[in-house]
């Protein structure tokens, strides 16, 4: 055999033995992450867990309402003229039959006087008439005419009367005047405003409900009015009226429930927030709304249960639920199916798990849960 060929075969059975050596080598590396991988435990994670506790609720439906005056009315004038009086200032309590304006009447007094004259001497002329007449010195006729003469008098001062009335504006009713538009000598058309007048004692929040709340709304039902304007302030009222026809457009009624005022601080035209009771208070169970995980298949939560290792060693893993919930107030949420008194769900940190998954419960960051939560003062 020629030396150049020995050479050529000893040089590829070197090659193939370090090919060889590096294909044991890597199968060992690989073998050892598969064995590492079946062994590995992912690290707990930490989350915070809270019971599912028992309370109970009253059924209650919650709307976005505005505030009405219980009677509301525009103030203008029904007839030209100058102010010549203004009775009220901007913002006062009036009541039913305070002046508000009196307007320019020095014509038709001047006329009133003229007819109340005239008026006079027609029911002297009558009364003669009637003297006459009994001695049949006149004719009836003249009787007759003299009578219509009288009623005519009696008309034109009436008449003049009315419009010396029209141009005194006065109060129709009980109540806290606006900010006033006019000012004196101002000359007035018939229509121009003068101010509104508003009775807010009682007050009525105004608000819509879907048409499946028929069922369950009645009059005379306790409903709870809160606004943002005044912070822990309620006012307990009741629904005085529910609307004869639903919304063709929204399917809502919409409905009235009158609250007293006295103190006046509920304003027509405010933002509120209504919340009407109905039934009697039931058992419910509630878990902290950040405990539920919101999917289009269904929510769900993390259940913790305890589970021992092949050492025997107790550890706490996550069980995946799911639920169906019903109404939320504040941070906690009521659940209809799915769990059980007692159980512990995950609160915080659920997003991150998966079924199976172990847990490392720390309570020191657990979330306060309130049924009415408020914002920390700064």
Do not use: C
């Not at 008194?341 to 309130?370: E, N, T």
């Amino acid at each position: 055999m020629k030396p150049n060929v020995k050479l050529w075969i000893a040089l590829v059975g070197g090659v193939i033995l370090l090919v060889a050596a590096l294909g044991g080598v890597k199968a060992a590396q690989i073998g050892t992450m598969i064995k590492a991988g079946k062994s590995f435990a992912p690290p707990a994670e930490s989350v915070t867990t809270a019971p599912v506790q028992v309370s109970e609720w009253q059924p209650s439906r919650s709307a976005i309402g505005s505030l009405v005056a219980l009677r509301s009315v525009t103030l203008s004038a029904e007839l030209p003229g100058t102010v010549r009086e203004i009775g009220f200032d901007s913002g006062t309590f009036l009541h039913r039959g305070a002046l508000l304006v009196r307007l320019d009447t020095s014509t038709e007094e001047a006329n009133l006087a003229s007819a109340q004259a005239d008026a006079a001497l027609v029911k002297l002329n009558l009364e003669r008439a009637k003297s006459l007449r009994q001695g049949e010195a006149n004719s009836q006729a003249d009787l007759d005419t003299a009578e219509a003469r009288l009623k005519q008098a009696d008309a034109a001062v009436a008449g003049l009367s009315a419009t010396i009335a029209k141009k005194t504006i006065r109060a129709p009713f009980d109540g806290r005047v606006s900010i006033r538009l006019v000012e004196l000598g101002q000359v007035l058309s018939p229509g121009m405003p003068i101010a509104s007048l508003q009775s807010v004692d009682p007050i009525l929040a105004e608000f819509s409900l879907p048409q499946q709340a028929l069922a369950e709304v009645k009059l005379g039902q306790l409903a709870h009015v809160h606004t943002d304007t005044f912070p822990g302030g309620e006012w307990v009222g009741q629904i005085t009226t529910i609307n004869t026809e639903v919304d063709t457009a929204t399917r809502n009624v919409r409905l009235r429930a009158t609250f007293p005022n006295a103190d006046g601080r509920l304003r027509p035209g405010m933002f509120v927030n209504v919340e009407v009771l109905g039934g009697e208070k039931r058992p419910v169970l509630l878990i902290p709304a950040t405990a539920v995980l919101f999917a289009p298949y269904g929510d769900s939560v993390y259940v913790v249960q305890e589970k021992k290792d092949e050492a025997g060693k107790a550890t706490q893993v996550a069980q995946q639920k799911f639920i169906r919930l019903g109404e939320r107030r504040g941070d906690l949420v009521a659940v209809v199916s799915g769990l059980d008194a007692g159980q512990a769900v995950v609160a915080s940190g659920a997003f991150k798990l998966r079924q199976g998954m172990a847990l490392a419960i720390k309570q020191d960051l657990a979330p306060d849960s309130r049924l009415a939560p408020t914002p920390p003062e700064r």
